[in-house]
């Protein structure tokens, strides 16, 4: 599922393309829950438009922790792995307006339900930021800062 959703944002090329992978795949009282702030339903959400909900990136990959089953309930944490092209407009990994490869990486959990319609994500939770692991094909030195 993680995988369709994935192609769905890459060929999404308007709001309404990023509608119908959502009502494919999310529940219809889904949220996204950000470090820090607090639940955001999908039109919450899409009130920041296209761009703001579609960045670019080369390839994503959800690497799968532990599953936890109660019933149609299924828990799954892990880490959302990121890997994309951008340009450093404030000099975080080398002067301005670099561009750079990098990968992110931040630990995530999601709550998908079993309904008549096969399993539906209810809860996406982002439970750190995103941490850079790797720019330019060199690791990042994590701090316990981050």
């Known amino acids: 599922m993680f995988q369709k959703a994935v192609e769905g944002i890459k060929q999404a090329k308007t709001i309404e393309d990023l509608d119908a992978l959502h009502n494919t795949i999310d529940t219809s009282d889904w949220v996204s829950i950000q470090p820090g702030q607090k639940p955001q339903t999908w039109q919450e959400l899409r009130k920041l438009g296209f761009d703001a909900l579609n960045?670019?990136?080369?390839?994503?990959?959800f690497d799968i922790k532990h599953v936890t089953l109660d019933g149609n309930i299924a828990v799954v944490e892990g880490v959302l792995i990121v890997e994309a092209t951008i340009i450093d407009e404030e000099?975080?990994?080398g002067p301005k307006d670099a561009t750079h490869d990098v990968v992110v990486g931040a630990p995530l959990k999601e709550t998908w339900v079993r309904s008549a319609n096969g399993w539906r994500?209810?809860?996406h939770e982002k439970l750190e930021p995103n941490r850079a692991l790797i720019v330019d094909g060199k690791p990042v030195a994590q701090s316990s800062h981050q």
């Open 121 to 123: 994500r209810r809860i």
């Open 55 to 61: 960045q670019p990136f080369n390839h994503m990959r």
């Open 91 to 93: 000099g975080r990994f």
